[in-house]
């Protein structure tokens, strides 16, 4: 019924044109498409929902779009569509057309270079590496600034000689950077410099080294101090503090190498305060290792349900049919059941995933927890705020609410058609919703409300702690 429903609904209120694939009005329409077709959400905010309301924004914008030319007003229309779903996951995405500039500059110029002027060069001259990429930093007197130039890189769309960053000195200890992502998205940064060391936010840290050569220690230590993706460090009263600035993979990797070696120390009661303070990246789960040592109680996760719509099935089954590790196959054997399973009854929900975590009581007592959250916390940080404070009764969340994006989740990216433009549509809805509980209009509230103001969070926490 849901089925008949839904390609009913598509039929009446869609009208995809024979026209210029890349006018605006065909990439309203193919937007409108997408989401009717295979958002998450689109069940419980039209079909379900304000009908009426999502019908009549969809015309009065097809009537503006017969008369969009530009690529920005088009694009700004296509946003006002989305944001009738108040949903920070479903939005638009464009690829860059624009591609870092080329030099003459080789590896071997560079290192010629760096060896023939070793006692001429300036501060910041010579090989960094970051992202896993080998940069030779030289100064660039047309435009007063260092450029990156790649000498290696991990993938090959990047080759040698092509900028990866530039760099401005912008004070005694202050840089910024218009810098190049792995995915060739450029971004403008700020940063700090600390000897052989450059802080650029949330893309990484640069260290001056050779590739291949193994990490000084004083590198690791200045990671660990003061990285924007992951910092580790026992504070001067004992308290473990640890910030995860990315839930990435990488971050996971290196956060559970960190537990493994101080498991003896999490278990012996410290009081942990996880700052998660501007973390939005990604839908890779923050390392759930962390959960051990702050779980007082048991919990049941609420859990999610797939949207099995034709495109979501193709766009899940390919990187498990294409997993060389026939180990690897056999894991995911239930999520290919699924999945097959919703090739036979299309255009439905799947059965709901969820996730139980039993507790026993005999083991050791976590201390205090202190999560430190605020504005721009979003996605797989608040996942794990929500499941942290469910299954830790010592467990309080410090700072503001939090973005609110996690209704719906696991976005696929969709193309409109031309011009490099994209949508991401959520394909999950959390079971959560069923019982009158939603995130993404007011996020995860604060247990303890912090202004803006306050200068050191960490300090208001552990004064907090010696008041309560």
């Given at each position: 019924m849901k089925s008949l429903l839904l390609s009913t609904f598509i039929l009446i209120t869609l009208t995809i044109r024979a026209?210029?694939?890349?006018?605006?009005?065909?990439?309203?329409?193919?937007?409108?498409?997408?989401?009717?077709?295979?958002?998450?959400?689109?069940?419980?905010?039209?079909?379900?929902?304000?009908?009426?309301?999502?019908?009549?924004?969809?015309?009065?914008?097809?009537?503006?779009?017969?008369?969009?030319?530009?690529?920005?007003?088009?694009?700004?229309?296509?946003?006002?569509?989305?944001?009738?779903?108040?949903?920070?996951?479903?939005?638009?995405?464009?690829?860059?057309?624009?591609?870092?500039?080329?030099?003459?500059?080789?590896?071997?110029?560079?290192?010629?270079?760096?060896?023939?002027?070793?006692?001429?060069?300036?501060?910041?001259?010579?090989?960094?590496?970051?992202?896993?990429?080998?940069?030779?930093?030289?100064?660039?007197?047309?435009?007063?600034?260092?450029?990156?130039?790649?000498?290696?890189?991990?993938?090959?769309?990047?080759?040698?000689?092509?900028?990866?960053?530039?760099?401005?000195?912008a004070g005694p200890d202050s840089v910024r950077s218009d810098y190049w992502r792995i995915n060739m998205r450029r971004v403008l940064v700020g940063g700090f410099r600390v000897k052989d060391h450059i802080a650029l936010g949330d893309i990484g840290v640069l260290h001056r080294r050779r590739l291949g050569s193994v990490p000084l220690s004083n590198e690791v230590a200045f990671n660990l101090e003061h990285s924007y993706e992951l910092q580790w460090r026992v504070l001067d009263d004992s308290t473990l503090y640890i910030k995860v600035g990315a839930c990435l993979p990488r971050v996971?990797?290196?956060?559970?190498?960190?537990?493994?070696?101080?498991?003896?120390?999490?278990?012996?009661?410290?009081?942990?305060?996880?700052?998660?303070?501007?973390?939005?990246?990604?839908?890779?789960?923050?390392?759930?290792?962390?959960?051990?040592?702050?779980?007082?109680?048991?919990?049941?996760?609420?859990?999610?349900?797939?949207?099995?719509?034709?495109?979501?099935?193709?766009?899940?089954?390919?990187?498990?049919?294409?997993?060389?590790?026939?180990?690897?196959?056999?894991?995911?054997?239930?999520?290919?059941?699924?999945?097959?399973?919703?090739?036979?009854?299309?255009?439905?929900?799947?059965?709901?995933?969820?996730?139980?975590?039993?507790?026993?009581?005999?083991?050791?007592?976590?201390?205090?927890?202190?999560?430190?959250?605020?504005?721009?916390?979003?996605?797989s940080a608040e996942l794990f705020l929500i499941m942290a404070r469910g299954l830790g009764d010592r467990v309080l969340i410090f700072g503001q609410h939090t973005a609110g994006g996690v209704d719906y989740g696991e976005p696929a990216l969709r193309p409109l058609g031309c011009n490099n433009m994209n949508v991401y549509c959520p394909t999950t809805r959390r079971n959560w919703l069923d019982h009158g509980v939603a995130y993404n209009a007011s996020g995860v509230q604060p247990n303890v409300q912090l202004d803006t103001g306050v200068n050191d969070p960490i300090d208001f926490v552990r004064a907090y702690w010696q008041d309560h």
């Open positions: 026209q210029d694939s890349c006018s605006c009005m065909h990439k309203l329409d193919k937007l409108i498409d997408i989401v009717a077709r295979n958002y998450a959400g689109f069940y419980d905010k039209v079909l379900n929902g304000d009908r009426d309301s999502h019908n009549a924004l969809a015309e009065q914008l097809r009537k503006v779009a017969l008369s969009v030319e530009s690529d920005t007003a088009c694009s700004r229309l296509l946003e006002t569509y989305c944001s009738f779903f108040h949903d920070k996951q479903l939005g638009l995405y464009t690829r860059s057309i624009v591609r870092p500039d080329t030099t003459s500059w080789t590896a071997a110029s560079l290192m010629n270079y760096f060896d023939t002027h070793a006692d001429h060069l300036l501060e910041l001259e010579g090989i960094w590496c970051i992202e896993q990429f080998e940069l030779g930093l030289i100064y660039s007197e047309s435009t007063g600034r260092y450029q990156g130039v790649v000498m290696h890189a991990p993938l090959p769309e990047w080759k040698e000689g092509m900028v990866k960053c530039t760099i401005a000195l996971n990797v290196q956060l559970d190498s960190l537990i493994k070696a101080n498991s003896l120390m999490l278990q012996q009661q410290p009081d942990i305060i996880i700052d998660l303070r501007h973390s939005n990246t990604s839908n890779a789960y923050l390392n759930n290792g962390l959960l051990t040592y702050i779980q007082s109680r048991p919990y049941q996760d609420p859990g999610y349900r797939y949207w099995l719509s034709p495109a979501n099935i193709e766009w899940r089954m390919a990187p498990v049919t294409s997993q060389r590790d026939k180990r690897q196959r056999s894991r995911s054997k239930p999520y290919v059941k699924m999945l097959r399973g919703g090739q036979e009854l299309l255009n439905s929900w799947s059965e709901p995933w969820s996730m139980q975590l039993p507790y026993d009581s005999t083991r050791f007592r976590p201390g205090r927890v202190a999560i430190l959250a605020d504005t721009a916390t979003n996605g």
